[in-house]
């Protein structure tokens, strides 16, 4: 019989991979991370065409130069970096001003020098971050080539130093801050790979990597404001067009409002007087004794056509009429009855006089109640918009149709005015659209405010005269 060996008893032999998996996968995922955004960054699109986008007209700095060069304004920045290039390049190749930089060294060399730093800072008006693999590309082929007997700022030169400075500056100011963070880390990279394999001069190093981190840092800084103030403006021009739109919809939301209601007030007019007409033709034939066959069909024909035609018009306009819409009882209002609607807005305080001039006669009844409707909703505005002040309403029968002209003087109450909404002179505007007439309406010399309208009315043959009477 075989007796069961004794566990062993482990102590302190646990793996930390299996007391913390979670930590190290973490840790893992995290560096996946950044490697994926790093590769998105600065390998993915490389290459693709990122043009320097011009300087938009309105520009602070365009505005500050002559107005026959602000057409040319917008190129100032590519200027700019053209100059820089052309500066680096002669940084690079002149000899004689610069051999304590460069010592004795042929002027083919002292050329290529020059080209390998303005190429890339030509590359960033096209291709930003692709100038930027380029400069560090043109850098390892100097300092393995025939730059490497250089030892003042080795592996950069002087120009390529300055260019590699420029070259991040522009993506930085052209790319997401963290695109700048990535190019510094690479480039702090690269010149620790050169200082510990190919003997690279500490002091270089050291400086790129502090004036890299301070260009990097400011360029990102005005990036992020840049982009925050574009970020502003767009908004605002959003909530400007929101606010037109909703004006202009408020607006047009009005004018249907007030059409309708001018829809409904004929509809009653006409339907009122087509009754009216139904009505008398259908009782003509009994007031005459022994009438004559054809005027009793002359008759029944106009009362049929009559209820025909009240039969189509409530038919097309009372789709016009909301559910809850309770037809007045009574026929609208019309001139004659001005004096009532006068003596309503004395009692809330308004002194108003009213003066009629021309011949009195009887007006279609659109133009009546149109005409009572404005002088209601101008002597309205006057008690909400002028409280204490005096109005004048002058209504002038003339010849060709009507005139009508309402103005009160400033307001001198101690009541606070209401602001109103802008409706009631839209209101107007369109039942003198709808009848073809001609409206003003504006503030008057005195700091009130006028009203002047005229309905233009056909001439009946025979019209009823009278006389002008004042109030």
């Given at each position: 019989?075989?007796?069961?060996?004794?566990?062993?008893?482990?102590?302190?032999?646990?793996?930390?991979?299996?007391?913390?998996?979670?930590?190290?996968?973490?840790?893992?995922?995290?560096?996946?991370?950044?490697?994926?955004?790093?590769?998105?960054?600065?390998?993915?699109?490389?290459?693709?065409?990122?043009?320097?986008?011009?300087?938009?007209?309105?520009?602070?700095?365009?505005?500050?130069?002559?107005?026959?060069?602000?057409?040319?304004?917008?190129?100032?920045?590519?200027?700019?970096?053209?100059?820089?290039?052309?500066?680096?390049?002669?940084?690079?190749?002149?000899?004689?001003?610069?051999?304590?930089?460069?010592?004795?060294?042929?002027?083919?060399?002292?050329?290529?020098?020059?080209?390998?730093?303005?190429?890339?800072?030509?590359?960033?008006?096209?291709?930003?971050?692709?100038?930027?693999?380029?400069?560090?590309?043109?850098?390892?082929?100097?300092?393995?080539?025939?730059?490497?007997?250089?030892?003042?700022?080795?592996?950069?030169?002087?120009?390529?130093?300055?260019?590699?400075?420029?070259?991040?500056?522009?993506?930085?100011?052209?790319?997401?801050?963290?695109?700048?963070?990535?190019?510094?880390?690479?480039?702090?990279?690269?010149?620790?790979?050169?200082?510990?394999?190919?003997?690279?001069?500490?002091?270089?190093?050291?400086?790129?990597?502090?004036?890299?981190?301070?260009?990097?840092?400011?360029?990102?800084?005005?990036?992020?404001?840049?982009?925050?103030?574009?970020?502003?403006?767009?908004?605002?021009?959003?909530?400007?067009?929101?606010?037109?739109?909703?004006?202009?919809?408020?607006?047009?939301?009005?004018?249907?409002?007030?059409?309708?209601?001018?829809?409904?007030?004929?509809?009653?007019?006409?339907?009122?007087?087509?009754?009216?007409?139904?009505?008398?033709?259908?009782?003509?034939?009994?007031?005459?004794?022994?009438?004559?066959?054809?005027?009793?069909?002359?008759?029944?024909?106009?009362?049929?056509?009559?209820?025909?035609?009240?039969?189509?018009?409530?038919?097309?306009?009372?789709?016009?009429?909301?559910?809850?819409?309770?037809?007045?009882?009574?026929?609208?209002?019309?001139?004659?009855?001005?004096?009532?609607?006068?003596?309503?807005?004395?009692?809330?305080?308004?002194?108003?006089?009213?003066?009629?001039?021309?011949?009195?006669?009887?007006?279609?009844?659109?133009?009546?109640?149109?005409?009572?409707?404005?002088?209601?909703?101008?002597l309205s505005n006057t008690l909400r918009h002028a409280p204490g002040a005096s109005a004048k309403v002058e209504v002038a029968y003339v010849l060709g149709g009507l005139g009508l002209r309402i103005v009160n003087g400033p307001p001198t109450g101690l009541i606070k005015t209401s602001p109103g909404a802008g409706h009631g002179i839209t209101g107007m505007r369109e039942r003198v659209t709808m009848l073809g007439g001609a409206m003003t309406a504006g503030e008057s010399a005195d700091g009130g405010y006028e009203v002047s309208v005229f309905l233009p009315v056909e001439q009946a043959p025979h019209e009823e005269t009278g006389t002008g009477e004042g109030a």
């Amino acid at each position: 019989m075989t007796t069961p060996r004794p566990r062993a008893h482990t102590v302190g032999c646990v793996n930390e991979t299996a007391q913390n998996p979670h930590g190290v996968r973490t840790e893992a995922r995290l560096i996946r991370g950044g490697l994926a955004t790093v590769r998105a960054d600065l390998f993915s699109g490389a290459f693709a065409f990122r043009p320097l986008p011009p300087l938009p007209a309105d520009h602070r700095v365009i505005r500050r130069i002559p107005k026959r060069m602000q057409p040319y304004g917008k190129w100032l920045p590519h200027a700019l970096i053209v100059l820089v290039a052309a500066f680096l390049m002669l940084l690079g190749t002149a000899a004689d001003n610069y051999s304590y930089l460069y010592g004795s060294r042929p002027s083919t060399e002292l050329f290529v020098i020059g080209l390998f730093a303005a190429v890339p800072v030509l590359l960033t008006l096209s291709r930003p971050v692709a100038a930027f693999w380029l400069s560090l590309a043109l850098t390892l082929v100097g300092s393995v080539g025939f730059l490497s007997s250089w030892e003042d700022a080795f592996p950069w030169s002087v120009a390529g130093f300055l260019a590699h400075l420029v070259v991040m500056t522009q993506v930085a100011l052209r790319s997401r801050p963290r695109v700048a963070l990535e190019m510094w880390l690479i480039t702090l990279f690269f010149g620790v790979a050169a200082l510990m394999i190919t003997g690279a001069t500490p002091a270089a190093v050291a400086a790129m990597t502090v004036l890299s981190g301070f260009s990097l840092a400011a360029a990102a800084s005005l990036h992020g404001w840049t982009s925050a103030r574009q970020e502003v403006a767009v908004k605002t021009a959003e909530v400007v067009a929101q606010e037109e739109d909703t004006l202009a919809e408020r607006s047009k939301r009005t004018r249907l409002e007030e059409r309708t209601n001018i829809a409904r007030e004929l509809h009653d007019v006409v339907a009122h007087h087509m009754s009216v007409v139904a009505i008398q033709a259908e009782a003509a034939p009994y007031r005459v004794e022994n009438p004559p066959p054809e005027l009793e069909q002359a008759f029944a024909t106009i009362r049929e056509n009559a209820v025909a035609a009240l039969t189509e018009l409530r038919r097309v306009l009372g789709v016009v009429r909301a559910e809850d819409y309770a037809a007045p009882d009574a026929p609208q209002p019309t001139l004659a009855e001005l004096d009532g609607l006068l003596a309503n807005v004395r009692e809330a305080g308004l002194t108003v006089e009213k003066t009629v001039t021309g011949a009195l006669r009887e007006l279609p009844p659109g133009v009546e109640l149109s005409a009572y409707r404005i002088v209601q909703e101008a002597l309205s505005n006057t008690l909400r918009h002028a409280p204490g002040a005096s109005a004048k309403v002058e209504v002038a029968y003339v010849l060709g149709g009507l005139g009508l002209r309402i103005v009160n003087g400033p307001p001198t109450g101690l009541i606070k005015t209401s602001p109103g909404a802008g409706h009631g002179i839209t209101g107007m505007r369109e039942r003198v659209t709808m009848l073809g007439g001609a409206m003003t309406a504006g503030e008057s010399a005195d700091g009130g405010y006028e009203v002047s309208v005229f309905l233009p009315v056909e001439q009946a043959p025979h019209e009823e005269t009278g006389t002008g009477e004042g109030a």
